[in-house]
């Protein structure tokens, strides 16, 4: 079973890698097979870095991360505000009170719920601060409070298919047949908007 399971993984890589290799060679100097040739001449360094391992710079990637959740919470902003969800209002003291309500318990409110522990006392002490709150802190408090739009949920779907809202040409799944908002899906949608 497993040298089964190996061949197919064996041949299905070459046959991708094949395929990967005749599209890319349209976009590459070099003639045909460069994105073979590409592949063979990095295979050394990569198995030097599997055994000897790579430099990682964990400082720079923490910073990175804070970079693309910053702009991940952004865009939620702006998906919740042309979709009329998110947050109810902006104001400082409403919202520290949706916080507790939310992510403490009732009966002891100074104990926060085992979900919310990794986020608690940060959006605390954004709501406590005198500073204004930007998109991406909005973004991050209703994701966190679970009121944002999720591009993953139904709510989502409804939003671009149905009639009373943005009524875009429903993309289908190709195996299910059914509605669907993957990548594919978007993307294709992005296409027939530009075409508009």
Not at 152 to 164: E, M, P, R, V
Request: glycine share 4%; hydrophobic share 30%.
């Amino acid at each position: 079973m497993i040298l089964e399971t190996l061949h197919k993984y064996c041949c299905k890589d070459s046959a991708v890698t094949h395929e990967i290799s005749g599209k890319l060679d349209r976009f590459l100097h070099g003639g045909p097979l460069e994105h073979y040739r590409f592949n063979i001449s990095l295979l050394n360094p990569l198995l030097y870095m599997e055994l000897r391992g790579i430099k990682y710079d964990s400082e720079l990637a923490k910073r990175r991360k804070a970079e693309i959740d910053t702009k991940i919470y952004e865009l939620q902003h702006a998906l919740d505000t042309l979709s009329n969800h998110g947050l109810p209002t902006e104001d400082k003291n409403i919202l520290r009170k949706l916080v507790r309500d939310t992510m403490c318990y009732k009966r002891d409110p100074t104990r926060v719920k085992s979900d919310y522990t990794h986020c608690y006392t940060e959006i605390m002490r954004l709501l406590l601060s005198n500073d204004t709150l930007n998109a991406a802190h909005l973004g991050r408090i209703s994701t966190e409070l679970n009121l944002h739009l999720n591009t993953k949920g139904k709510d989502f779907k409804s939003y671009l298919y149905d009639k009373d809202k943005l009524h875009l040409p429903i993309q289908l799944d190709s195996k299910t047949k059914a509605p669907t908002t993957d990548y594919l899906a978007l993307l294709e949608l992005k296409k027939w908007v530009e075409k508009q």
